[in-house]
């Protein structure tokens, strides 16, 4: 029942899940580059790594999860030359690049928590660990896999690649490679196009700056990862993901750094997650196409017609498995939005049903070795949700009097969805906040109504005044129509 299967991007095959060491499982993601807001398609790549941490967690496994936090050396467009991304913001909004790296990374806990993600063991961040990327550049330039030119260092792909292979998770060859990259333009200090940096010296105007043995300068972006994980992870470990778009160059790259400097393969299991799209594009900062967090909760957005909770938003993302591409939109939106209330309806009457001495008409048995089996084939959620849809139609079949449930089967049902809606796919049950609140608002509201025509009747138009405008002030729109007064609320 618990043989976990999982994708591997770099055998292209589900292999079945062995950890290093028995029982424990370190698993590194890629985080966020801290110099904006992170969008729906950010959130859903580490939802899906949320979902894997999970479901690790529920079979027993001691998880390591680190993920880090980028608050250097990430420069624009993933390049080697141009500016820092946080830099780049500090100087555009007048603040530190520190205070850059605060606010978006409040920001980033703040959504997360708010989608009810599990915080990860360690959050490491790149600035935190100078020391450890310059130790594992002067070891990868002792075995003469770097150079220094003019304060940087550049890996030596070429020279990697006679010795080792460069190109295996991204399945590319460096003969296509050399082919297919601009050749140099006399700008850059690198010996060939494909070699990248892995550290760069600070010019004067630099603000990221650190003292290292080669002049003052700040790491490059695809170091951080490789001396976060192997100091915390060690030189070998179980699980490394991140979005699919990272596969190359900064996870291949990640493979060459830590083969030059510990001579062995760092991650037994690449897991890559697919993108998410708008308008059948990747969501991105970059080209304007995405969607906010914020903005579902708030309805205000052009790709949105009514706004939605968190616990909405992550049920139509995991309702696709996370190898998929994602189109969202508000349809299917909407149609998550019915499913998730209905799932949450269900579950809420499992308290109330009527039991039998026996059941029938439905094999609890079966259905648990089911969901088991979704998770245990790659995290297969959308087929976990479609098999809590079966126990929905059973439970109302119950309701008819079409089927029954034993006293027992309930307690075993409703501990089983505690694990597989509430544990693991970490759904919040709030429909009953949001149906109860909203209740008890129109219910105010509507006394407020009444107060108002008691008034109007009695010629207190004073009153009435008053609570027709203090309402609007507030955001409340009385309207008196033929068959009585309506109300609506703008929206937040
Ligand atoms: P970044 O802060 O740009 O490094 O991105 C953080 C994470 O979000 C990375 O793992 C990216 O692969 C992932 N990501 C970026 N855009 C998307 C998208 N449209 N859909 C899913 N994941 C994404
Ligand atoms: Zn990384």
Not at 20 to 44: F, K
Not at 180 to 207: C, E, M, V, Y
Not at 286 to 302: A, E, R, V
Request: with cysteine.
């Amino acid at each position: 029942m618990k043989e976990l299967y999982i994708y591997n991007s770099i055998s292209g095959k589900k292999e079945k899940f062995q950890p290093i060491q028995d029982g424990h499982v370190g698993m590194y993601v890629c985080g966020p580059t801290v110099y904006s807001n992170v969008h729906l398609g950010n959130v859903r790549t580490f939802m899906s790594f949320d979902l894997v941490f999970r479901y690790l967690k529920h079979l027993d496994y001691k998880v390591r999860y680190v993920r880090n936090i980028t608050d250097a050396g990430h420069l624009e467009n993933d390049a080697d030359e141009g500016e820092d991304r946080i830099a780049k913001k500090a100087k555009l909004e007048k603040i530190e690049p520190m205070e850059v790296v605060q606010r978006y990374t409040v920001d980033f806990h703040q959504i997360l928590n708010k989608f009810n993600f599990l915080p990860p063991s360690i959050e490491p961040t790149a600035t935190g660990h100078i020391i450890e990327q310059i130790e594992m550049i002067k070891e990868i330039i002792k075995n003469d896999f770097a150079y220094e030119v003019n304060g940087s260092i550049y890996f030596d792909v070429l020279k990697f690649n006679s010795k080792n292979k460069y190109g295996k998770l991204s399945k590319r060859n460096i003969e296509d490679l050399i082919h297919n990259t601009r050749s140099l333009d006399g700008q850059s200090d690198k010996k060939n196009p494909q070699d990248f940096a892995l550290w760069k010296k600070a010019d004067s105007q630099h603000i990221m700056r650190w003292p290292s043995p080669w002049g003052d300068g700040f790491p490059g972006w695809h170091l951080e990862c490789t001396a976060m994980s192997t100091k915390y992870l060690g030189k070998r470990f179980d699980i490394h993901g991140g979005g699919m778009d990272l596969k190359f160059p900064h996870h291949e790259c990640e493979i060459a750094q830590s083969e030059a400097c510990h001579g062995n393969n760092p991650v037994n299991i690449w897991m890559h997650a697919n993108m998410l799209t708008l308008n059948g594009q990747k969501m991105a900062k970059s080209t304007g196409n995405y969607i906010l967090p914020n903005d579902f909760f708030t309805g205000n957005s052009d790709h949105l017609t009514k706004k939605y909770s968190a616990s909405v938003v992550r049920f139509f993302i995991l309702q696709a498995h996370y190898r998929s591409v994602l189109d969202f939109s508000n349809n299917a939106l909407l149609a998550s939005e019915k499913g998730y209330n209905k799932l949450m309806d269900s579950i809420n009457s499992l308290p109330n049903l009527v039991t039998h001495k026996e059941s029938s008409g439905f094999d609890l048995e079966l259905w648990i070795k089911d969901c088991y089996k979704a998770m245990n084939d790659d995290f297969n959620s959308p087929i976990l949700i479609a098999e809590l849809f079966s126990v929905v139609k059973f439970i109302n079949q119950v309701k008819d009097g079409l089927a029954k449930i034993s006293a027992n089967d309930l307690k075993s049902l409703i501990h089983y969805i505690n694990i597989f809606v509430f544990d693991i796919l970490g759904l919040k049950n709030d429909i009953d906040e949001g149906t109860e609140f909203e209740g008890k608002l129109k219910e105010t509201v509507d006394l407020l109504i009444n107060m108002r025509a008691e008034a109007r009747l009695n010629k207190d138009f004073d009153l009435s005044d008053k609570i027709r405008d203090r309402l609007t002030e507030i955001g409340i729109q009385l309207k008196d129509e033929k068959g009585g007064t309506t109300f609506s609320i703008e929206k937040l």
